[in-house]
């Protein structure tokens, strides 16, 4: 392997992602970096993602990108992003979800710090966009040492070493909205160095009003479990903050918007 030219894995997570797969794909075939594996795991679509994904073997083949695919049942975004981590090849990681696409020169940055420490995690900033592509709000990372009271990182934005989920560690699967947070908490318990960027890496699609205030819910109650399992003393307050600010997101959301639109 080329020490100053890694090769670099990206891993989407899918399914029933017709509408938005392409622009995820687009932004990886299309990178400046040219030492890049691709996997696409799929929870055994039902729409055309499948054929979207196929649509795309020749061109990566061309820009001579490894691309590879699998399509599964699977218990969960974590359980498949799990199984692209075992797969992957590459010394470096990305996932990226197949609602969202990078910037195209991400890989290229994120290349020029893995170079300066490679048992790194690097995390870069991100858009937050509406479904039609509007950028509402740009996302930096907060520093690690906040994990106690939140999940600092963005984890879209995120590249991790191939040796570090070795080390301590995948995903755990118990959890549905969390598993990330939880990652990045043992991360810092076990002294991990996390590098930073404000270079713009991700843009990150929103999903529904409705579907975005019920994940709120759930990945607060599962934040608690994370805090109050790593004996944070002010976990039960951070737990009523969350909860309150969710309340104010979904009277915004599902109640002032609509009639500011209407």
């Not at 498949?80 to 290229?108: F, H, Q, R, V």
């Not at 509406?130 to 990372?141: A, P, Q, R, S």
Request: net charge neutral; glycine share 4%; charged share 25%.
């Amino acid at each position: 392997m080329n020490h100053f030219f890694p090769l670099i894995s990206i891993i989407t997570v899918t399914y029933n992602s017709e509408e938005t797969i392409k622009d995820t794909i687009e932004s990886v075939l299309n990178q400046s970096y040219e030492n890049i594996e691709y996997i696409i795991v799929d929870g055994a679509s039902k729409d055309t993602t499948l054929n979207i994904i196929r649509l795309y073997e020749e061109k990566f083949a061309e820009k001579k990108f490894a691309y590879s695919w699998i399509s599964e049942s699977d218990s969960g975004i974590y359980d498949a992003m799990n199984k692209g981590i075992d797969i992957a090849k590459g010394k470096l990681i990305g996932i990226i979800n197949s609602d969202d696409w990078y910037e195209l020169d991400a890989i290229e940055k994120v290349v020029n710090l893995f170079q300066k420490n490679s048992k790194a995690i690097i995390s870069g900033a991100m858009n937050r966009v509406t479904h039609e592509k509007k950028v509402y709000k740009t996302m930096l990372n907060k520093n690690i040492s906040n994990v106690s009271n939140f999940m600092p990182i963005n984890h879209p934005a995120s590249f991790v070493p191939k040796d570090i989920y070795t080390s301590i560690g995948k995903f755990d699967t118990y959890y549905k909205l969390s598993a990330d947070y939880d990652f990045m908490f043992r991360a810092f318990k076990a002294n991990i160095p996390f590098l930073y960027t404000e270079d713009l890496l991700v843009n990150m699609r929103n999903s529904g009003a409705t579907s975005q205030v019920k994940n709120l819910w759930i990945s607060s109650s599962e934040d608690y479990h994370i805090q109050k399992k790593n004996h944070v003393k002010n976990a039960f307050l951070n737990y009523i903050k969350k909860q309150a600010f969710n309340c104010l997101v979904a009277f915004r959301d599902i109640v002032i918007k609509p009639i500011k639109n209407g």
